[in-house]
């Protein structure tokens, strides 16, 4: 029963159907007898959507009732139909000036379309009439943006008709911004891309845009020869709407030379067509037009009646992007009147509302919009480019790869080899350079000791010896006198300080406190045999109450030995601090003074044997030696040695 009452109703609507145009009427009775002949409801419901589509120029009201009547009655309505009954239905909206209502529509559909991530034909249709319905709410940047995404979007599948369409969409928003030269450029492009796939499809808008855009250029034979091609083709297809613009262009162009009289004519011709189409967008457009003739006839009492018809219908529409042409006829009627109160006053609206019209579409952002596109647009065709040549080339590079891998793994394999000989090598040649330091620095030591111990030993005795007998040989001398007394006392002296010197040095060569008590004591004693009144020397060890690897407090002695040498020798400093700390990394050593100082970045050129011993001193024991000084600075000298048994060398 319930399909019954769906068919019925679709019967109903068919019969308002009945007075469509003659150029229709065949396509459309085909159409009604295949629905009554079909049975299966699918394909019913199919042909009822071509019918719908088929009137939405010329019966826009049985095109949205047999839309809506579909959605609303058919329970086995597949997404395809359903998107189709709903683009039918915003064309109805916008034939009758309800923007809001188609652009809400619209991109409800765009949402699910992109979500579902299929059918990107349904999605350029949808992005194209949102970028419509963004026209009529004067939204030209945000149509411009839609235009541009549909386009890409047709371009992705390649259908060549949609493409034409919104290249004329394009280059009409271009127009509608005053942007002739280029929306020309679009309007040939969309004519160019029909003609060149050999296609049937011919838009009169596009003819009547390209016209008008001459127009505005005033280029008056090129006006003509557009618009009748837009005329004949309007007519062909019997298409109303696009014979009234195509009048009203003409006429516009007739204007402009004065040829008043005529122009009159072509909107006499152009009324009963628009109002038979029903579309407040274009028919306040041509009141506003018709209003500016009157104008210029003189005839304003006419003319101020047409403009605020005009502007009452904008209003109550919506229709703001015809505020401004609006305006402009009825402050010329005003002007014309002698009125000129209220021309200054609808003047100073005109600037309004044509400050907010291109406050968002630039001549930046649309070039800036325009070049994304056509930069998306190259890389697409790129990337196809890329994609044709690698699917040619498959079959050579998965050999040339094969046959690289092959050589890489020969490579890695030897490479590898080289890598470990190389490492072992370099392995060995450390191994003997620790061993070479470490026996140059042991020898250096022994050397110290063998040396220490002859000059304690021997030269230190045999000192000792003769001061023993110059001591007992001065009780059986007779001195003549006490000056001869006092010269062999002096001698005795020097025996003695020599028997100390010989001492000193060896102690400093191997000093026993070093072997016996360790760094921190043997550093401590080694300082305090300095004279403090030739410089004051501060010491402060922590963490050294255990003993070292011999090797590092044997290293330390020696470092710690030359740097304080180096200052009492060439800094000329007062003040000495060394500072010694042992800790979980290692030992720390600093040596600061008030001296004179250096360039410590020229060290390396200028540094003598004491300087290089102590930094291959350091390394021996893989740690680390730096310099801080400047002339007139003094120096700092600071000295980490790592403890852990790897780097004992």
């Not at 039918?88 to 652009?103: E, H, M, P, V, W």
């Not at 005009?310 to 006829?329: C, D, F, Q, R, S």
């Not at 400047?630 to 048994?645: D, E, Q, Y």
Request: hydrophobic share 40%.
């Amino acid at each position: 029963m319930k399909q019954w009452i769906f068919f019925f109703r679709i019967m109903l609507a068919i019969i308002v159907v009945a007075n469509t145009a003659a150029a229709q009427q065949s396509k459309s009775d085909s159409l009604r007898k295949l629905i009554l002949l079909e049975k299966n409801e699918t394909k019913k419901t199919d042909l009822l959507l071509q019918l719908s589509t088929e009137l939405r120029d010329s019966n826009p009201d049985s095109s949205f009732n047999i839309s809506q009547e579909v959605l609303r009655s058919s329970k086995k309505l597949d997404n395809e139909q359903h998107l189709k009954a709903d683009l039918n239905k915003i064309f109805y909206y916008l034939k009758r000036s309800k923007s809001d209502t188609s652009l809400a529509l619209a991109e409800k559909n765009i949402v699910q379309l992109k979500q579902q991530g299929k059918n990107d034909s349904m999605l350029a249709q949808f992005q194209s009439v949102s970028g419509f319905s963004l026209m009529n709410l004067n939204r030209q940047k945000d149509a411009l943006e839609q235009f541009y995404s549909a386009l890409k979007t047709s371009e992705k599948i390649k259908d060549i008709v949609t493409q034409a369409k919104i290249l004329h969409q394009i280059g009409w928003a271009y127009m509608e911004l005053n942007q002739n030269e280029e929306a020309i450029k679009f309007f040939k492009s969309s004519i160019a891309l029909l003609k060149t796939n050999k296609l049937p499809a011919e838009y009169p808008a596009t003819y009547n845009n390209m016209a008008a855009c001459y127009g505005a250029m005033e280029k008056y034979d090129s006006v003509y020869k557009y618009i009748e091609l837009g005329i004949k083709i309007s007519q062909k297809k019997n298409n109303p709407g696009a014979e009234a613009n195509a009048w009203f262009i003409k006429g516009t162009a007739l204007m402009e030379q004065k040829r008043y009289n005529e122009a009159l004519v072509c909107f006499m011709n152009a009324r009963p067509l628009r109002e038979k189409t029903g579309n407040a967008f274009f028919i306040v457009s041509d009141l506003a037009v018709m209003a500016e003739l009157y104008a210029m006839m003189g005839n304003t009492e006419d003319g101020i009646k047409t403009s605020k018809e005009a502007l009452n219908i904008a209003e109550k529409e919506k229709i703001e992007a015809k505020y401004p042409m609006i305006y402009k006829a009825m402050a010329l009627n005003y002007e014309k009147a002698g009125d000129y109160k209220m021309a200054s006053d609808i003047y100073k609206k005109l600037n309004l509302v044509q400050d907010k019209v291109y406050s968002n579409a630039s001549q930046e952002a649309l070039a800036e919009m325009q070049t994304k596109y056509e930069t998306e647009k190259k890389e697409r065709i790129i990337q196809e480019q890329q994609f044709n040549l690698r699917r040619k080339n498959y079959l050579i590079i998965g050999i040339a790869i094969l046959v690289l891998l092959c050589a890489l793994l020969g490579w890695l394999f030897y490479n590898r080899t080289k890598l470990k000989q190389e490492a072992k090598f370099q392995a060995t040649v450390l191994t003997q350079q620790q061993m070479a330091a470490a026996a140059i620095l042991q020898a250096e030591e022994n050397e110290r000791q063998r040396i220490a111990k002859d000059l304690h030993d021997g030269v230190g005795q045999m000192m000792s010896a003769a001061k023993m007998n110059l001591s007992a040989f001065e009780n059986e001398i007779n001195f003549k006198d006490a000056e001869q007394k006092i010269s062999f006392e002096r001698i005795i002296s020097l025996v003695d300080e020599s028997c100390r010197e010989v001492r000193t040095v060896s102690h400093q060569m191997m000093p026993n406190m070093l072997l016996k008590k360790g760094l921190a004591k043997a550093v401590a004693d080694f300082l305090d045999k300095i004279d403090q009144k030739i410089i004051k020397i501060n010491l402060h060890s922590e963490g050294l109450n255990e003993r070292l690897e011999e090797n590092i407090e044997i290293v330390m002695y020696r470092i710690l030995q030359e740097s304080v040498n180096n200052v009492i020798k060439h800094s000329g400093a007062t003040a000495l601090d060394i500072s010694l700390i042992k800790d979980a990394e290692g030992i720390s050593a600093t040596i600061e003074d008030n001296g004179k100082g250096f360039n410590s970045r020229a060290i390396n050129d200028q540094a003598g044997i004491g300087l290089k011993n102590m930094k291959a001193r350091v390394e021996y024991l893989k740690g680390t030696i730096d310099f801080d000084s400047s002339p007139g600075n003094g120096t700092l000298v600071a000295i980490h040695i790592p403890t852990n048994k790897e780097n004992l060398g």
